[in-house]
């Protein structure tokens, strides 16, 4: 028979034993925060009507959807999953309840070339809160409140959220005189950290023929190095649309240190816009503070209608969306995951040293009823191939049951990391695994 | 601007908040249950080369696939979970360590017609283990045993995994001279639950012209209702293939009682064929007893080689496979859900009294920090609103914060079930909820 050749699509993710428990741990604990903050999880179909899935339709999104037809029916695969939760909420609107929080940590597909840290094929993971006609700005504090609890039970210290308005940005622009160029502005203002101050000066006078107060005024209100809410107090009682910006920048930082997140997690930054027409008010990004050059691994903000290609009814939100596989991608590229955690498919190997298996049988059933996860070694080979398989795997402890133990009710376990060896009885030695095991389930999968 | 008529594909899975809860519950236990087996996590792209999805070709399924193209490239959507392992295995020969044992929990797609419990999207849960060279038969007996435990956890009772063993079968056709006919034969013994004795017995005469002896051993044999072992031991000594059936039937026998699985929960069937080309030792079905009209929830067996499409390395294995989307959609329609389990978002929604929210954030947030899953309501909205939003997602606790509270240091936490209201220190309040939220969490997705 002619064989295939096998071989995994560029741009989709495949990952080995041992990468995958480390994704397994982070996704558990991203689940794990985000529950404690009230947020449902939601699960939605990857595959709907082209027509829900472009929705937004035109640009570089649309083509690099998947699409595909089925009989008569025209299908494309979710880019995101912001798309699928506008379907979801309009589509069940009678029956949520409003505010609606859910979370989704699911897969999304783009057909980009593939690169560095790019993939066709990718986990996200998003949190987002609807209000029904309004949404109070408390949620807009929660949000990133909930990913701070979530980074740390990664084992991530060195990050920062950083947070903006988009209102103070469109105030200042009104204030300045420059709204008509509103969105050319916030696009050179967002490269900021990749083209520096001088660059942006340049191009705000020549490209978009700024005046020079005006491009001095811009130029210190988004790189303004002491507290944020000094230069907004300058601007304050001028503009409707600032001062609320800055009302709600204010609210944000104040809930923000309530919900106990450090200044050393997040900051204000006039310079954040983010996305051009999508977010309204609160915006979000998030860097690693020894990683600045991977750019933001988290972003999202407060949007005004969430499901306005399918309803009249006003639907604002808050939400923020999590890269997965980017993230696990940088994690592993800059060598930051936790060696620590327990990576094994095992936590004990039982190796029956007799003929007979009913006592490793018998063993391996009370060790998995004391919530140890066991293998036994059933297959004819040589010793050294027995113990092998446990150091290849990295299973922590292996226990030989010979007929001197059975004899005498007793196991031999080896502690594969110090390579102890001890003979005891099956009750003493199970606690004693458990107990060990215990502790090194509550290494984090990242390295602070 | 035109509205566009939110709506979800027919046969694809969206499920409310409520049933997401449900279905999470299970499909945590499910992982739970499996890695005690000590059996990895894997989750393999959704897409492929349509050359590696369709390397078995033909038939039903290469019909029912899903199929599309982007640029030069062939792609297909992933109809089982095994077609995925079998390129993974292939592709990662040389890093993994063999014996090796996999679960995966992930969607599947079929374009079939949908119908009653029947989807186009479906999750399913299969384990498999795969031996290099070989694989003992006690993984033969993990395997049901895995599955047996899955189904405890979960909370069900009534099931009964039934065994049977492809080279009884085979060994039975040799020794009675029917080989020839042996694919026909086991097809119409599979449909033996379906058409009844009387039919089978007319149709192997009739259809297949076996003689009349030929047909009553073949009927004594499939609905033999004494220990089956009996009617395999008037066989044995005649055929090598029936005989090493029969033997490894009865150490799987020996295995899953040493395993502690109880003899209402398997049994060994002598008429189980199962599929007919794929399996070649021990197969398995799931049957849950109260309800038979539902078929096999839950089917495997013993395979000689997974992946012969990529290499000629022997790669025995044996697996099964859970199929949760219909196990779920058979259990709403059964109304087997435990309504005990705790399906809220929250376990407790503070509601500030106040203007001022700061009390409302420091308690959630201390709330959080004990492990208890809390909501702020801070909409401006009535009273009613506030407690009929608790009560419309069945958040079992309420507090409330007002005035007094603040100034006394105290909280007030109404327990929505009973009505009953108490003002205490938080601490004391806190410890009580997280004891009673505890035992509420025990609760198991499915009534026994």
């Given at each position: 028979m002619n064989k295939i050749k096998p071989r995994t699509l560029s741009g989709f993710t495949e990952l080995l034993p041992v990468?995958?428990?480390?994704?397994?741990?982070?996704?558990?604990?991203?689940?794990?925060?985000?529950?404690?903050?009230?947020?449902?999880?939601?699960?939605?179909?990857?595959?709907?009507?082209?027509?829900?899935?472009?929705?937004?339709?035109?640009?570089?999104?649309?083509?690099?959807?998947?699409?595909?037809?089925?009989?008569?029916?025209?299908?494309?695969?979710?880019?995101?999953?912001?798309?699928?939760?506008?379907?979801?909420?309009?589509?069940?609107?009678?029956?949520?309840?409003?505010?609606?929080?859910?979370?989704?940590?699911?897969?999304?597909?783009?057909?980009?070339?593939?690169?560095?840290?790019?993939?066709?094929?990718?986990?996200?993971a998003d949190i987002d809160i609807i209000g029904d006609g309004g949404l109070d700005i408390l949620n807009d504090a929660e949000i990133p409140s909930a990913l701070y609890r979530c980074f740390k039970s990664l084992g991530l210290e060195r990050f920062e959220i950083r947070i903006n308005n988009r209102k103070t940005l469109s105030?200042?622009?009104?204030?300045?005189?420059?709204?008509?160029?509103?969105?050319?502005?916030?696009?050179?203002?967002?490269?900021?950290?990749?083209?520096?101050?001088e660059k942006l000066a340049a191009s705000l006078k020549d490209d978009l023929e700024l005046s020079e107060m005006q491009v001095s005024k811009l130029i210190e209100f988004v790189t303004y190095k002491g507290d944020p809410f000094d230069i907004?107090?300058?601007?304050?009682?001028?503009?409707?649309?600032?001062?609320?910006?800055?009302?709600?920048?204010?609210?944000?930082?104040?809930?923000?240190?309530?919900f106990g997140v450090p200044e050393t997690n997040f900051k204000i930054d006039l310079s954040i816009a983010r996305g051009l027409d999508y977010y309204t008010g609160t915006v979000y990004e998030t860097c690693l503070l020894d990683h600045p050059e991977v750019g933001s691994i988290c972003s999202g903000g407060r949007y005004d209608n969430l499901a306005g290609y399918y309803t009249d009814k006003n639907l604002p939100g808050v939400g923020i969306s999590i890269g997965l596989s980017r993230?696990?991608?940088?994690?592993?590229?800059?060598?930051?995951?936790?060696?620590?955690?327990?990576?094994?498919?095992?936590?004990?190997?039982?190796?029956?040293?007799?003929?007979?298996?009913?006592?490793?049988?018998?063993?391996?059933?009370?060790?998995?009823?004391?919530?140890?996860?066991?293998?036994?070694?059933?297959e004819d080979k040589k010793f050294k191939v027995k113990v092998s398989y446990a150091d290849k795997l990295k299973i922590p402890y292996v226990v030989f049951l010979g007929e001197d133990e059975i004899a005498q009710e007793k196991i031999t376990v080896k502690d594969m990391d110090s390579g102890e060896q001890v003979t005891a009885s099956p009750a003493v030695l199970i606690a004693n695994i458990a107990e060990k095991v215990k502790s090194l389930r509550t290494e984090k999968p990242i390295k602070g």
């Open positions: 990468q995958q428990v480390y994704f397994n741990d982070m996704a558990q604990k991203i689940r794990e925060a985000f529950s404690l903050y009230g947020f449902t999880p939601l699960d939605t179909p990857l595959m709907d009507a082209a027509e829900i899935i472009l929705a937004k339709g035109g640009g570089e999104t649309e083509q690099q959807t998947y699409t595909l037809k089925k009989g008569d029916t025209d299908l494309a695969i979710r880019f995101d999953l912001t798309t699928p939760l506008a379907k979801y909420v309009a589509l069940n609107y009678s029956r949520l309840t409003f505010p609606f929080r859910r979370f989704e940590i699911g897969k999304a597909y783009r057909g980009e070339r593939p690169q560095r840290g790019r993939f066709r094929e990718f986990y996200q105030g200042l622009y009104e204030i300045l005189g420059i709204s008509d160029k509103s969105t050319a502005v916030m696009r050179l203002v967002d490269k900021l950290d990749k083209i520096g101050v907004l107090g300058k601007y304050q009682g001028q503009n409707g649309t600032f001062d609320m910006g800055a009302d709600e920048l204010l609210a944000v930082k104040q809930h923000l240190t309530g993230l696990f991608y940088i994690l592993q590229e800059q060598n930051m995951l936790n060696e620590a955690i327990l990576s094994s498919p095992a936590d004990v190997l039982v190796i029956p040293m007799t003929d007979d298996r009913s006592a490793a049988v018998a063993l391996a059933t009370t060790m998995r009823e004391a919530g140890l996860r066991t293998q036994i070694y059933s």
